[in-house]
């Protein structure tokens, strides 16, 4: 992707997305259960870090982008790092929870994963998730066509399975399907989000038109009502064992 789509689409990505950090934590986590100290890795812009303060005295979100951190949001709970999780210096056993939110595809070794056993205590949860919206019944409306990227598919289910060790205990591994109720203006910026359907659109509108116009073709669609779209969550959630 070149720099100046990177730009334009992150710029999309960051107006809107969906509130489902804290509905699958929800699922995650038993009502009423309390930890001291979380961990929130790349935590981004600091989404998942919030949803993972609601259950927590204290957490550290940590990310190798500072620009990101940049516009992290601010909770009196949480301190934000730039750093890599393999290249920190936190002590052993310092961590009551661990959350990866969207990035393990991303991320994950074997390094990783020894630096997660060593980081969390023993019977500490370890929860992998994320979630992708279903924009594909949208394709028609905006004649589309095919908008799939090139390169190999981002696997959303992704977890820690097939490394080595097993102090990592997975308990559970889901897959769910949730509706969601969004305007045609947020609709409208997760559609143009994908790089390969803004070049078409922006191709189509103009760039400086394209969100305008997306979003009066959404309405017209919508006859002024709610639109609904469809996420699918993934989560597993292990336990340290060591």
Do not use: W
Not at 215 to 221: E, F, H, K, V, Y
């Amino acid at each position: 992707m070149s720099e100046a789509y990177s730009k334009i689409t992150a710029g999309h990505y960051t107006a809107f997305r969906p509130s489902l950090h804290a509905p699958i934590l929800e699922r995650c986590i038993e009502e009423g259960e309390r930890f001291g100290t979380g961990l929130d890795v790349g935590c981004g812009t600091g989404r998942s870090t919030i949803a993972l303060a609601d259950y927590c005295d204290s957490v550290i979100g940590i990310d190798p982008s500072s620009a990101m951190l940049d516009t992290a949001i601010q909770n009196p709970k949480i301190k934000y790092l730039n750093a890599i999780l393999e290249e920190s210096d936190f002590g052993s056993d310092s961590y009551d929870i661990i959350t990866f939110a969207g990035v393990l595809f991303y991320s994950k070794s074997q390094d990783l994963y020894n630096e997660v056993v060593r980081l969390s205590k023993k019977g500490a949860p370890v929860i992998v998730y994320d979630f992708e919206v279903v924009l594909k019944v949208f394709d028609t409306i905006l004649d589309l066509g095919n908008t799939e990227n090139v390169g190999p598919p981002y696997d959303h289910a992704v977890n820690f399975a097939g490394l080595l060790d097993g102090r990592l205990d997975l308990k559970i591994e889901e897959k769910e399907v949730v509706d969601l109720s969004v305007s045609s203006s947020e609709l409208a910026h997760l559609i143009l989000a994908e790089e390969s359907s803004y070049r078409k659109l922006a191709s189509r509108f103009g760039s400086d038109e394209v969100f305008e116009s997306v979003q009066r073709i959404l309405d017209t669609a919508s006859m002024g009502t709610a639109l609904h779209v469809q996420a699918n969550i993934f989560y597993s959630i292990y336990v340290n064992t060591k």
